[in-house]
């Protein structure tokens, strides 16, 4: 299992970024995908997460109307849509997945991560 995020870079307050999770190495379409973040000095949170046929997600209310999960089950990628960013948003990214279909909000449900990826929010 591989998984690969990518997009992370230096926005300012209220900018955009798509950040992209590229999977290798299993049944893309049987798991569930999550996006965590690490805020320096923090622990890892939950981001979003969608299922395995796309059909089902989960934001944080903290996350609702700004950011947006999505899933390619060709490409094998799972993308994350953050729209008008805020300095506290800043942290490195990381995708993961889960033994499971369903997505899960749980940090220790999931068995594989990514490197991450550094968002900076900031002017």
């Known amino acids: 299992v591989q998984l690969q995020a990518s997009g992370g870079g230096l926005v300012q307050p209220g900018g955009s970024l798509r950040l992209s999770c590229a999977a290798s190495?299993?049944?893309?379409?049987?798991?569930?995908i999550g996006w965590f973040r690490q805020a320096p000095g923090k622990g890892r949170d939950v981001v979003s997460c969608?299922?395995?046929?796309?059909?089902?997600?989960y934001y944080p209310d903290s996350m609702k109307g700004r950011f947006t999960i999505s899933r390619d089950n060709i490409k094998n990628t799972v993308d994350l849509q953050m729209n008008s960013l805020k300095p506290e948003d800043t942290a490195v990214y990381y995708c993961?997945?889960?033994?499971?279909?369903?997505?899960?909000?749980?940090?220790?449900?999931?068995?594989?991560w990514g490197q991450g990826t550094l968002v900076t929010v900031s002017s």
């Open positions: 969608i299922s395995g046929n796309g059909e089902n997600t």
């Open positions: 190495g299993f049944t893309f379409e049987s798991y569930g």
């Open positions: 993961a997945t889960r033994d499971n279909q369903y997505p899960s909000d749980v940090l220790n449900d999931y068995n594989y």
